[in-house]
Protein backbone atom coordinates (compact mmCIF):
# COMPACT_ATOMS: atom_id res chain seq x y z
CA UNK A 1 0.00 0.00 0.00
CA UNK A 2 0.93 3.50 -0.75
CA UNK A 3 2.33 5.43 2.32
CA UNK A 4 2.84 8.98 3.27
CA UNK A 5 0.97 11.85 1.64
CA UNK A 6 -0.68 9.32 -0.92
CA UNK A 7 -1.73 6.94 1.86
CA UNK A 8 -4.76 4.99 0.34
CA UNK A 9 -4.20 5.36 -3.20
CA UNK A 10 -3.09 2.29 -5.33
CA UNK A 11 -0.53 3.09 -7.75
CA UNK A 12 1.28 0.18 -9.96
CA UNK A 13 4.38 0.35 -13.00
CA UNK A 14 4.05 -2.05 -15.77
CA UNK A 15 6.01 -2.84 -18.62
CA UNK A 16 4.59 -5.37 -21.86
CA UNK A 17 5.03 -6.18 -25.40
CA UNK A 18 3.76 -9.29 -27.49
CA UNK A 19 5.22 -10.73 -29.95
CA UNK A 20 4.19 -9.55 -33.88
CA UNK A 21 2.40 -12.71 -34.99
CA UNK A 22 3.69 -12.02 -38.50
CA UNK A 23 7.29 -11.29 -37.98
CA UNK A 24 7.91 -12.56 -34.54
CA UNK A 25 9.18 -8.69 -33.31
CA UNK A 26 8.29 -7.50 -29.89
CA UNK A 27 5.31 -4.57 -29.69
CA UNK A 28 5.75 -2.56 -26.88
CA UNK A 29 2.53 -2.15 -24.95
CA UNK A 30 3.74 1.24 -23.39
CA UNK A 31 0.08 2.68 -22.61
CA UNK A 32 -3.80 2.05 -22.31
CA UNK A 33 -4.31 1.10 -26.12
CA UNK A 34 -5.90 -2.27 -27.64
CA UNK A 35 -4.02 -2.29 -30.97
CA UNK A 36 -0.60 -1.09 -32.11
CA UNK A 37 1.11 -1.46 -35.73
CA UNK A 38 4.10 -3.46 -35.67
CA UNK A 39 7.49 -1.15 -36.24
CA UNK A 40 8.91 -3.33 -38.17
CA UNK A 41 6.04 -4.98 -40.99
CA UNK A 42 2.94 -2.92 -40.06
CA UNK A 43 1.12 -5.54 -38.84
CA UNK A 44 -1.94 -4.58 -36.33
CA UNK A 45 -1.49 -6.23 -33.19
CA UNK A 46 -4.64 -6.40 -30.66
CA UNK A 47 -3.42 -6.50 -26.90
CA UNK A 48 -6.86 -5.45 -25.55
CA UNK A 49 -7.55 -8.96 -24.07
CA UNK A 50 -3.64 -8.76 -22.93
CA UNK A 51 -3.87 -5.56 -21.26
CA UNK A 52 -7.14 -6.16 -20.09
CA UNK A 53 -5.74 -9.06 -17.91
CA UNK A 54 -2.58 -7.58 -16.89
CA UNK A 55 -4.58 -5.12 -14.87
CA UNK A 56 -7.11 -7.16 -13.85
CA UNK A 57 -4.45 -9.18 -12.19
CA UNK A 58 -2.45 -6.23 -10.52
CA UNK A 59 -5.95 -5.00 -8.71
CA UNK A 60 -7.57 -8.94 -7.84
CA UNK A 61 -3.98 -9.11 -6.46
CA UNK A 62 -5.26 -12.74 -5.62
CA UNK A 63 -2.07 -14.23 -4.32
CA UNK A 64 -1.08 -11.40 -2.45
CA UNK A 65 2.58 -10.63 -4.79
CA UNK A 66 1.73 -7.03 -5.80
CA UNK A 67 4.11 -5.33 -3.47
CA UNK A 68 6.96 -7.65 -3.93
CA UNK A 69 6.51 -7.53 -8.04
CA UNK A 70 5.63 -9.72 -10.42
CA UNK A 71 6.31 -11.13 -14.34
CA UNK A 72 4.80 -14.05 -16.36
CA UNK A 73 4.50 -14.98 -19.75
CA UNK A 74 1.31 -15.97 -21.85
CA UNK A 75 0.73 -17.95 -24.89
CA UNK A 76 -0.65 -17.26 -28.62
CA UNK A 77 -4.13 -18.79 -30.04
CA UNK A 78 -4.52 -21.76 -26.98
CA UNK A 79 -0.99 -23.15 -27.54
CA UNK A 80 2.43 -23.34 -25.58
CA UNK A 81 4.42 -20.65 -27.80
CA UNK A 82 4.96 -17.75 -25.91
CA UNK A 83 3.57 -14.45 -26.98
CA UNK A 84 4.43 -11.92 -24.60
CA UNK A 85 5.45 -10.87 -21.29
CA UNK A 86 4.13 -8.79 -18.01
CA UNK A 87 5.87 -7.27 -15.88
CA UNK A 88 4.19 -5.02 -12.66
CA UNK A 89 4.96 -3.57 -9.28
CA UNK A 90 2.89 -1.72 -6.58
CA UNK A 91 4.40 1.73 -6.36
CA UNK A 92 4.21 5.36 -6.81
CA UNK A 93 5.15 6.67 -10.22
CA UNK A 94 9.18 6.98 -11.27
CA UNK A 95 11.28 9.00 -13.57
CA UNK A 96 12.80 6.21 -15.92
CA UNK A 97 15.49 8.72 -16.13
CA UNK A 98 16.60 9.29 -13.06
CA UNK A 99 14.20 7.30 -11.04
CA UNK A 100 13.01 9.62 -8.43
CA UNK A 101 9.45 9.91 -7.13
CA UNK A 102 7.26 11.73 -9.66
CA UNK A 103 4.21 14.39 -8.69
CA UNK A 104 0.61 12.75 -8.48
CA UNK A 105 -2.09 14.07 -9.64
CA UNK A 106 -5.93 14.43 -8.89
CA UNK A 107 -7.63 11.65 -11.06
CA UNK A 108 -8.85 12.90 -14.53
CA UNK A 109 -6.61 15.34 -14.74
CA UNK A 110 -4.87 15.69 -18.61
CA UNK A 111 -1.78 18.01 -18.32
CA UNK A 112 2.26 17.51 -19.34
CA UNK A 113 4.57 17.52 -16.27
CA UNK A 114 7.92 17.45 -15.49
CA UNK A 115 10.31 15.39 -12.70
CA UNK A 116 11.74 17.49 -9.97
CA UNK A 117 15.33 15.60 -10.06
CA UNK A 118 16.40 15.74 -13.74
CA UNK A 119 13.47 17.46 -15.26
CA UNK A 120 12.71 14.89 -17.63
CA UNK A 121 8.72 15.88 -18.92
CA UNK A 122 5.97 13.23 -19.06
CA UNK A 123 2.64 13.13 -19.65
CA UNK A 124 -0.36 12.23 -17.17
CA UNK A 125 -4.13 11.55 -18.49
CA UNK A 126 -7.03 9.82 -17.43
CA UNK A 127 -7.93 6.45 -19.61
CA UNK A 128 -9.74 6.44 -22.82
CA UNK A 129 -13.53 6.01 -22.93
CA UNK A 130 -13.20 2.17 -24.51
CA UNK A 131 -10.36 1.01 -22.16
CA UNK A 132 -12.29 2.68 -18.95
CA UNK A 133 -15.31 1.07 -19.78
CA UNK A 134 -13.88 -2.53 -19.64
CA UNK A 135 -11.91 -1.69 -16.39
CA UNK A 136 -13.89 0.84 -14.64
CA UNK A 137 -11.44 0.96 -11.83
CA UNK A 138 -8.57 1.76 -14.22
CA UNK A 139 -8.66 5.81 -13.18
CA UNK A 140 -5.04 7.69 -13.95
CA UNK A 141 -1.94 6.88 -15.98
CA UNK A 142 1.64 8.59 -15.64
CA UNK A 143 4.32 8.20 -18.24
CA UNK A 144 2.32 6.27 -20.99
CA UNK A 145 1.68 6.96 -24.48
CA UNK A 146 -1.06 8.27 -25.47
CA UNK A 147 -3.62 6.21 -27.33
CA UNK A 148 -3.41 6.66 -31.47
CA UNK A 149 -5.21 5.88 -34.34
CA UNK A 150 -3.64 2.64 -35.66
CA UNK A 151 -4.52 2.03 -39.72
CA UNK A 152 -2.77 -1.41 -41.30
CA UNK A 153 -0.94 -0.38 -44.37
CA UNK A 154 -2.29 -2.00 -47.32
CA UNK A 155 -0.54 -4.82 -48.90
CA UNK A 156 1.43 -2.60 -51.81
CA UNK A 157 3.31 -1.00 -48.74
CA UNK A 158 4.18 -4.05 -46.86
CA UNK A 159 4.93 -6.04 -49.91
CA UNK A 160 8.04 -7.30 -51.74
CA UNK A 161 7.64 -4.67 -54.78
CA UNK A 162 10.90 -2.51 -55.36
CA UNK A 163 14.47 -2.76 -55.22
CA UNK A 164 17.66 -1.41 -53.48
CA UNK A 165 19.18 1.74 -55.14
CA UNK A 166 22.43 1.65 -56.78
CA UNK A 167 25.19 4.44 -55.94
CA UNK A 168 24.62 5.89 -59.39
CA UNK A 169 21.02 6.78 -57.63
CA UNK A 170 20.18 9.76 -55.31
CA UNK A 171 19.95 8.16 -52.42
CA UNK A 172 16.82 9.38 -50.03
CA UNK A 173 18.35 10.96 -46.58
CA UNK A 174 18.97 9.06 -44.32
CA UNK A 175 20.38 6.20 -45.95
CA UNK A 176 22.65 3.42 -45.50
CA UNK A 177 24.83 1.04 -47.35
CA UNK A 178 25.11 -2.86 -47.71
CA UNK A 179 26.20 -5.37 -49.69
CA UNK A 180 24.25 -8.14 -50.90
CA UNK A 181 24.54 -11.55 -48.87
CA UNK A 182 24.44 -13.16 -52.76
CA UNK A 183 26.52 -11.08 -54.86
CA UNK A 184 28.41 -8.86 -52.71
CA UNK A 185 27.27 -5.57 -54.89
CA UNK A 186 26.94 -2.65 -52.89
CA UNK A 187 23.35 -0.99 -52.68
CA UNK A 188 21.90 1.75 -50.54
CA UNK A 189 18.61 1.19 -48.50
CA UNK A 190 16.39 4.65 -47.80
CA UNK A 191 13.46 5.34 -45.67
CA UNK A 192 11.40 4.41 -49.03
CA UNK A 193 12.69 0.86 -49.10
CA UNK A 194 10.35 -1.93 -48.10
CA UNK A 195 11.84 -4.27 -45.94
CA UNK A 196 11.95 -6.95 -48.07
CA UNK A 197 12.98 -6.09 -51.50
CA UNK A 198 14.94 -7.09 -54.38
CA UNK A 199 18.55 -6.99 -55.60
CA UNK A 200 19.04 -4.51 -58.55
CA UNK A 201 22.06 -6.78 -59.64
CA UNK A 202 21.34 -10.46 -58.90
CA UNK A 203 17.81 -10.13 -58.32
CA UNK A 204 17.99 -11.95 -54.86
CA UNK A 205 15.48 -11.42 -52.72
CA UNK A 206 17.03 -9.14 -49.69
CA UNK A 207 15.43 -9.05 -46.59
CA UNK A 208 16.76 -5.28 -44.80
CA UNK A 209 18.63 -6.45 -40.94
CA UNK A 210 16.88 -5.40 -37.66
CA UNK A 211 20.03 -3.18 -37.76
CA UNK A 212 19.88 -1.28 -41.12
CA UNK A 213 15.93 -0.84 -40.50
CA UNK A 214 15.70 0.79 -36.88
CA UNK A 215 18.42 3.13 -38.49
CA UNK A 216 15.93 4.60 -40.82
CA UNK A 217 12.61 3.91 -38.79
CA UNK A 218 11.81 5.10 -35.66
CA UNK A 219 11.31 2.07 -33.48
CA UNK A 220 9.40 2.01 -29.99
CA UNK A 221 11.31 0.43 -26.97
CA UNK A 222 8.97 -1.17 -24.41
CA UNK A 223 9.28 0.96 -21.15
CA UNK A 224 7.87 1.21 -17.99
CA UNK A 225 4.82 3.24 -17.36
CA UNK A 226 2.49 3.61 -14.55
CA UNK A 227 -1.07 3.86 -13.32
CA UNK A 228 -3.54 4.80 -10.28
CA UNK A 229 -6.57 2.25 -9.66
CA UNK A 230 -9.23 2.67 -7.14
CA UNK A 231 -9.69 0.40 -4.27
CA UNK A 232 -13.33 -0.68 -5.24
CA UNK A 233 -14.64 -1.06 -8.35
CA UNK A 234 -16.39 1.57 -9.83
CA UNK A 235 -20.80 1.15 -10.13
CA UNK A 236 -20.92 -0.72 -13.49
CA UNK A 237 -22.25 1.31 -16.36
CA UNK A 238 -25.52 0.51 -17.65
CA UNK A 239 -25.14 -2.45 -20.45
CA UNK A 240 -21.91 -3.71 -18.47
CA UNK A 241 -23.40 -7.45 -18.35
CA UNK A 242 -23.66 -6.91 -22.04
CA UNK A 243 -19.97 -7.71 -21.65
CA UNK A 244 -20.64 -11.12 -19.45
CA UNK A 245 -19.00 -13.25 -22.44
CA UNK A 246 -15.25 -11.02 -21.80
CA UNK A 247 -15.64 -11.93 -17.92
CA UNK A 248 -16.29 -15.37 -18.26
CA UNK A 249 -13.11 -15.79 -20.71
CA UNK A 250 -11.22 -14.29 -17.55
CA UNK A 251 -12.39 -17.09 -15.28
CA UNK A 252 -9.65 -19.55 -17.42
CA UNK A 253 -6.44 -17.51 -16.47
CA UNK A 254 -3.76 -16.99 -19.69
CA UNK A 255 -1.34 -17.71 -16.54
CA UNK A 256 -1.96 -21.41 -15.25
CA UNK A 257 1.88 -21.83 -14.97
CA UNK A 258 1.78 -19.02 -12.27
CA UNK A 259 -0.76 -20.33 -10.64
CA UNK A 260 0.32 -23.85 -10.64
CA UNK A 261 3.35 -22.42 -9.07
CA UNK A 262 2.42 -20.30 -5.84
CA UNK A 263 0.16 -23.45 -4.96
CA UNK A 264 3.44 -25.62 -5.00
CA UNK A 265 4.92 -23.33 -2.87
CA UNK A 266 2.13 -22.82 -0.75
CA UNK A 267 1.89 -26.54 -0.29
CA UNK A 268 5.71 -27.27 0.46
CA UNK A 269 5.70 -24.47 3.07
CA UNK A 270 2.57 -25.52 4.93
CA UNK A 271 2.13 -29.09 4.30
CA UNK A 272 5.84 -30.35 2.95
CA UNK A 273 9.31 -31.21 4.17
CA UNK A 274 11.81 -29.17 3.50
CA UNK A 275 14.91 -30.94 2.67
CA UNK A 276 18.03 -30.00 5.04
CA UNK A 277 20.54 -27.17 3.98
CA UNK A 278 23.25 -28.46 3.05
CA UNK A 279 21.67 -31.60 1.51
CA UNK A 280 20.70 -31.11 -1.63
CA UNK A 281 20.61 -32.09 -5.17
CA UNK A 282 23.11 -31.09 -8.45
CA UNK A 283 21.57 -30.53 -11.35
CA UNK A 284 23.30 -29.78 -14.37
CA UNK A 285 21.29 -27.38 -17.01
CA UNK A 286 22.00 -26.40 -20.62
CA UNK A 287 19.36 -24.19 -22.29
CA UNK A 288 18.72 -21.19 -25.03
CA UNK A 289 15.91 -19.62 -26.20
CA UNK A 290 15.12 -18.42 -29.25
CA UNK A 291 15.17 -14.57 -29.95
CA UNK A 292 11.56 -13.15 -30.59
CA UNK A 293 13.40 -10.18 -32.81
CA UNK A 294 15.55 -12.67 -35.84
CA UNK A 295 14.83 -16.03 -34.55
CA UNK A 296 18.49 -16.68 -33.41
CA UNK A 297 18.98 -19.40 -30.69
CA UNK A 298 19.92 -17.05 -27.74
CA UNK A 299 21.96 -19.20 -24.72
CA UNK A 300 21.21 -19.19 -21.45
CA UNK A 301 24.19 -20.15 -19.55
CA UNK A 302 22.80 -19.45 -15.92
CA UNK A 303 20.16 -18.11 -14.07
CA UNK A 304 19.56 -14.83 -15.35
CA UNK A 305 16.52 -12.53 -15.72
CA UNK A 306 17.97 -11.40 -19.38
CA UNK A 307 20.17 -13.02 -22.44
CA UNK A 308 21.69 -10.68 -25.44
CA UNK A 309 21.06 -12.05 -28.92
CA UNK A 310 24.64 -12.41 -30.39
CA UNK A 311 22.95 -11.57 -33.69
CA UNK A 312 20.65 -8.53 -33.14
CA UNK A 313 21.60 -7.52 -29.82
CA UNK A 314 17.68 -7.48 -28.75
CA UNK A 315 17.59 -8.04 -24.78
CA UNK A 316 15.41 -11.31 -24.02
CA UNK A 317 13.69 -11.78 -21.28
CA UNK A 318 14.42 -15.78 -20.08
CA UNK A 319 13.34 -15.34 -16.36
CA UNK A 320 9.63 -17.14 -15.92
CA UNK A 321 11.29 -19.87 -18.51
CA UNK A 322 14.83 -20.33 -16.28
CA UNK A 323 12.66 -20.28 -13.12
CA UNK A 324 10.07 -22.37 -14.66
CA UNK A 325 12.73 -25.51 -15.99
CA UNK A 326 14.29 -25.20 -12.60
CA UNK A 327 10.84 -25.78 -11.00
CA UNK A 328 10.37 -28.61 -13.52
CA UNK A 329 13.55 -30.32 -12.04
CA UNK A 330 12.71 -29.79 -8.64
CA UNK A 331 9.47 -31.67 -9.10
CA UNK A 332 11.53 -34.16 -11.49
CA UNK A 333 14.06 -35.02 -8.62
CA UNK A 334 12.23 -38.38 -7.50
CA UNK A 335 12.19 -39.33 -11.10
CA UNK A 336 15.99 -38.83 -11.87
CA UNK A 337 17.86 -40.42 -8.92
CA UNK A 338 20.73 -41.34 -10.83
CA UNK A 339 23.54 -39.51 -12.74
CA UNK A 340 23.13 -38.82 -16.30
CA UNK A 341 19.47 -39.20 -16.63
CA UNK A 342 18.04 -36.37 -18.63
CA UNK A 343 15.06 -34.91 -19.69
CA UNK A 344 14.30 -32.67 -22.56
CA UNK A 345 12.24 -30.06 -21.81
CA UNK A 346 9.25 -29.23 -24.34
CA UNK A 347 10.82 -28.23 -27.83
CA UNK A 348 10.19 -25.48 -30.87
CA UNK A 349 6.59 -25.00 -29.86
CA UNK A 350 8.13 -23.38 -26.79
CA UNK A 351 10.81 -20.77 -28.64
CA UNK A 352 12.95 -22.72 -25.71
CA UNK A 353 14.76 -25.92 -24.98
CA UNK A 354 16.17 -27.18 -21.78
CA UNK A 355 18.43 -30.33 -21.09
CA UNK A 356 19.06 -31.20 -17.41
CA UNK A 357 20.05 -34.23 -15.44
CA UNK A 358 21.39 -34.75 -11.69
CA UNK A 359 25.21 -34.40 -12.11
CA UNK A 360 27.81 -32.97 -9.50
CA UNK A 361 29.31 -29.63 -11.45
CA UNK A 362 32.68 -30.05 -13.53
CA UNK A 363 34.85 -28.10 -14.68
CA UNK A 364 33.87 -26.47 -18.63
CA UNK A 365 37.54 -26.81 -19.82
CA UNK A 366 39.31 -30.54 -18.42
CA UNK A 367 35.88 -31.97 -16.75
CA UNK A 368 37.07 -32.41 -13.40
CA UNK A 369 34.54 -32.70 -10.43
CA UNK A 370 34.34 -29.37 -8.79
CA UNK A 371 34.46 -29.38 -5.20
CA UNK A 372 31.27 -28.20 -3.27
CA UNK A 373 31.55 -24.94 -1.30
CA UNK A 374 29.27 -23.93 1.25
CA UNK A 375 25.84 -22.46 0.65
CA UNK A 376 26.16 -18.49 0.31
CA UNK A 377 30.25 -18.64 -1.14
CA UNK A 378 30.17 -15.85 -3.41
CA UNK A 379 33.90 -15.99 -5.54
CA UNK A 380 35.79 -18.01 -7.47
CA UNK A 381 36.85 -21.34 -6.55
CA UNK A 382 39.83 -23.57 -8.37
CA UNK A 383 39.36 -26.68 -10.54
CA UNK A 384 41.65 -29.13 -8.98
CA UNK A 385 42.20 -30.62 -12.53
CA UNK A 386 43.67 -27.71 -14.44
CA UNK A 387 43.06 -24.50 -12.09
CA UNK A 388 40.63 -22.68 -14.02
CA UNK A 389 38.80 -20.07 -12.03
CA UNK A 390 35.14 -21.60 -11.85
CA UNK A 391 32.46 -18.36 -10.48
CA UNK A 392 29.99 -19.97 -7.32
CA UNK A 393 27.47 -17.59 -6.13
CA UNK A 394 24.38 -17.74 -4.33
CA UNK A 395 21.06 -17.96 -6.86
CA UNK A 396 19.92 -13.92 -7.26
CA UNK A 397 17.02 -13.46 -5.01
CA UNK A 398 14.53 -12.52 -7.91
CA UNK A 399 14.37 -16.55 -8.64
CA UNK A 400 12.63 -17.46 -5.62
CA UNK A 401 9.30 -15.52 -7.22
CA UNK A 402 9.85 -18.60 -9.98
CA UNK A 403 11.81 -21.44 -8.36
CA UNK A 404 11.07 -23.35 -4.87
CA UNK A 405 14.49 -23.95 -3.95
CA UNK A 406 17.16 -22.26 -2.41
CA UNK A 407 19.99 -22.67 -4.54
CA UNK A 408 23.75 -22.38 -5.14
CA UNK A 409 25.39 -21.84 -8.42
CA UNK A 410 28.64 -23.14 -10.19
CA UNK A 411 29.84 -22.41 -13.38
CA UNK A 412 27.28 -19.85 -14.14
CA UNK A 413 26.94 -16.34 -15.84
CA UNK A 414 25.47 -14.05 -13.33
CA UNK A 415 23.45 -11.02 -14.35
CA UNK A 416 24.80 -7.45 -14.91
CA UNK A 417 24.30 -5.40 -11.61
CA UNK A 418 25.41 -2.11 -10.74
CA UNK A 419 29.13 -2.66 -9.74
CA UNK A 420 29.43 -3.39 -13.72
CA UNK A 421 29.32 -6.44 -16.44
CA UNK A 422 29.93 -10.27 -15.59
CA UNK A 423 33.53 -9.52 -15.14
CA UNK A 424 33.84 -13.58 -16.75
CA UNK A 425 31.93 -12.39 -19.87
CA UNK A 426 34.16 -9.23 -20.16
CA UNK A 427 37.37 -11.28 -20.49
CA UNK A 428 36.28 -13.99 -22.89
CA UNK A 429 34.99 -11.25 -25.02
CA UNK A 430 37.91 -9.20 -24.45
CA UNK A 431 40.32 -12.25 -25.36
CA UNK A 432 38.15 -13.32 -28.49
CA UNK A 433 37.68 -9.61 -30.63
CA UNK A 434 41.27 -8.37 -29.67
CA UNK A 435 42.02 -4.97 -31.63
CA UNK A 436 39.69 -3.43 -33.71
CA UNK A 437 39.24 -4.70 -37.61
CA UNK A 438 39.46 -2.62 -40.64
CA UNK A 439 38.01 -2.48 -43.70
CA UNK A 440 36.96 -0.64 -46.29
CA UNK A 441 34.52 1.75 -46.82
CA UNK A 442 31.39 0.59 -48.81
CA UNK A 443 31.22 3.71 -50.63
CA UNK A 444 34.62 5.27 -51.46
CA UNK A 445 36.71 2.56 -50.20
CA UNK A 446 38.58 3.84 -48.03
CA UNK A 447 40.25 1.74 -44.47
CA UNK A 448 38.35 2.31 -41.45
CA UNK A 449 38.45 0.98 -38.23
CA UNK A 450 35.92 -0.30 -35.73
CA UNK A 451 36.40 -1.61 -32.42
CA UNK A 452 33.93 -3.57 -29.50
CA UNK A 453 32.38 0.35 -29.27
CA UNK A 454 31.37 1.06 -32.85
CA UNK A 455 27.51 0.84 -33.51
CA UNK A 456 26.35 -1.63 -36.51
CA UNK A 457 25.78 1.49 -38.45
CA UNK A 458 28.94 2.74 -38.74
CA UNK A 459 29.96 6.30 -40.93
CA UNK A 460 32.67 6.45 -42.90
CA UNK A 461 35.34 9.59 -41.69
CA UNK A 462 35.81 10.27 -44.94
CA UNK A 463 33.31 10.18 -47.20
CA UNK A 464 30.07 10.47 -44.23
CA UNK A 465 28.19 7.58 -45.52
CA UNK A 466 25.95 5.31 -43.29
CA UNK A 467 26.87 1.95 -43.64
CA UNK A 468 25.87 -2.10 -42.04
CA UNK A 469 28.91 -3.70 -40.80
CA UNK A 470 29.14 -6.92 -42.66
CA UNK A 471 28.37 -10.04 -40.31
CA UNK A 472 31.87 -11.24 -40.44
CA UNK A 473 33.15 -8.32 -39.32
CA UNK A 474 30.48 -7.83 -36.42
CA UNK A 475 31.10 -11.09 -35.34
CA UNK A 476 34.72 -11.15 -35.20
CA UNK A 477 34.22 -7.88 -32.37
CA UNK A 478 31.42 -9.52 -30.56
CA UNK A 479 31.53 -13.05 -30.11
CA UNK A 480 28.34 -14.66 -29.61
CA UNK A 481 28.09 -16.88 -26.85
CA UNK A 482 28.21 -20.55 -26.91
CA UNK A 483 26.18 -22.72 -24.92
CA UNK A 484 27.29 -24.35 -22.01
CA UNK A 485 26.88 -26.51 -18.75
CA UNK A 486 25.89 -25.01 -16.02
CA UNK A 487 24.81 -26.36 -12.34
CA UNK A 488 22.52 -25.46 -9.05
CA UNK A 489 23.22 -27.34 -5.72
CA UNK A 490 19.05 -27.12 -4.48
CA UNK A 491 18.85 -27.05 -1.43
CA UNK A 492 14.88 -27.95 -1.26
CA UNK A 493 11.98 -27.78 -0.85
CA UNK A 494 12.17 -30.82 -3.22
CA UNK A 495 9.72 -33.49 -3.96
CA UNK A 496 11.73 -37.10 -3.91
CA UNK A 497 9.32 -39.55 -3.87
CA UNK A 498 7.03 -40.53 -6.73
CA UNK A 499 4.16 -40.63 -3.91
CA UNK A 500 5.02 -37.60 -2.82
CA UNK A 501 4.85 -35.95 -6.42
CA UNK A 502 1.22 -37.53 -6.56
CA UNK A 503 0.00 -36.37 -3.79
CA UNK A 504 1.61 -32.55 -4.45
CA UNK A 505 -0.01 -32.38 -8.02
CA UNK A 506 -3.68 -34.00 -6.66
CA UNK A 507 -3.89 -31.12 -3.72
CA UNK A 508 -2.21 -28.17 -6.17
CA UNK A 509 -4.82 -29.44 -9.13
CA UNK A 510 -7.95 -28.58 -6.10
CA UNK A 511 -6.07 -25.61 -4.88
CA UNK A 512 -6.17 -24.48 -8.25
CA UNK A 513 -9.30 -25.22 -9.07
CA UNK A 514 -11.15 -23.76 -5.42
CA UNK A 515 -9.35 -20.63 -6.48
CA UNK A 516 -11.23 -20.62 -9.81
CA UNK A 517 -14.58 -21.21 -8.52
CA UNK A 518 -14.36 -18.28 -6.05
CA UNK A 519 -13.23 -16.37 -9.49
CA UNK A 520 -15.86 -17.14 -10.99
CA UNK A 521 -18.28 -16.69 -8.19
CA UNK A 522 -16.92 -13.23 -7.84
CA UNK A 523 -17.23 -12.06 -11.65
CA UNK A 524 -20.98 -14.20 -11.13
CA UNK A 525 -21.89 -11.99 -8.54
CA UNK A 526 -20.62 -8.72 -10.41
CA UNK A 527 -22.83 -9.83 -13.21
CA UNK A 528 -25.64 -10.13 -11.12
CA UNK A 529 -25.68 -7.43 -9.36
CA UNK A 530 -24.97 -5.48 -12.50
CA UNK A 531 -28.32 -7.20 -14.05
CA UNK A 532 -30.18 -6.24 -11.06
CA UNK A 533 -29.50 -2.37 -11.04
CA UNK A 534 -30.14 -2.84 -14.59
CA UNK A 535 -33.38 -3.78 -14.14
CA UNK A 536 -34.31 -1.59 -11.14
CA UNK A 537 -33.46 1.48 -13.41
CA UNK A 538 -35.81 0.11 -16.31
CA UNK A 539 -38.17 -0.47 -14.11
CA UNK A 540 -38.06 2.61 -11.95
CA UNK A 541 -38.47 4.67 -15.44
CA UNK A 542 -41.63 2.87 -16.39
CA UNK A 543 -42.87 3.28 -12.76
CA UNK A 544 -41.72 6.94 -13.77
CA UNK A 545 -43.67 6.69 -16.53
CA UNK A 546 -46.99 5.76 -15.28
CA UNK A 547 -47.07 8.08 -12.76
CA UNK A 548 -46.80 11.05 -15.30
CA UNK A 549 -48.98 9.23 -17.44
CA UNK A 550 -51.91 9.15 -14.42
CA UNK A 551 -51.06 12.90 -13.53
CA UNK A 552 -51.92 13.37 -17.02
CA UNK A 553 -55.00 11.79 -17.20
CA UNK A 554 -56.32 13.10 -14.11
CA UNK A 555 -55.65 16.58 -15.34
CA UNK A 556 -57.31 15.97 -18.65
CA UNK A 557 -60.45 14.80 -16.36
CA UNK A 558 -60.72 17.51 -14.39
CA UNK A 559 -60.16 19.59 -17.19
CA UNK A 560 -63.05 18.52 -19.24
CA UNK A 561 -65.47 18.50 -15.80
Known sequence: MTKGKNEGRLFGGFRMHKSCPECGHGVAMNGPQG???????????????????ALE???????????E??????????????????????????????????????????????????????ETFPPPPEIAGRIPYLIQCYGAERPIEVVEPGKGEAGVAGELGTEGKAAVAPSVLLGCPECGATSTAGEDTPRATVCEYCKAHVFLPDAVWEHLHTVRRKRRWFVEMSRKPAAPPEGQAAGKDRD???????????????????????????????????????????CPMCGSEVPVNGPVMTATCGKCSAEVNVAARVGGWIREFEFSTWALPEEDRKCTFAGSVLNAIAHYQTSKPRCPGCGAEIARVETGTDGETACAGCGRAIPVFPAPAWLREHALSAAQCYACERDIDATGADQTRARDLAAAAGAGVVFPCLACGASMEIGQGSARICTCPYCGRNMHVPDAVWFRLHPPREEMDWYLEL?????????????VAEDVERDVQERRNREALRIYARRERAERMASIRKNLVWVVLGVVAAAALAAAWIIWL
Do not use: M, Q
Not at 35 to 53: M, P, Q, R
Open 69 to 122: GRTYTFGRGGKLTIAGFVEYREGEPRCRKCGGSLPVVAPGTDASLTCGGCGEGY
Open 35 to 53: AYACDYCGTVVDVSENLDA
Open 248 to 290: EEHVTTIDEDREVFLAHRKWLEERGALKPAGSGVFGRFRLHVV
Open 491 to 503: GGPLVTERGEAAR
Open 57 to 67: RFWNDEYGVRA
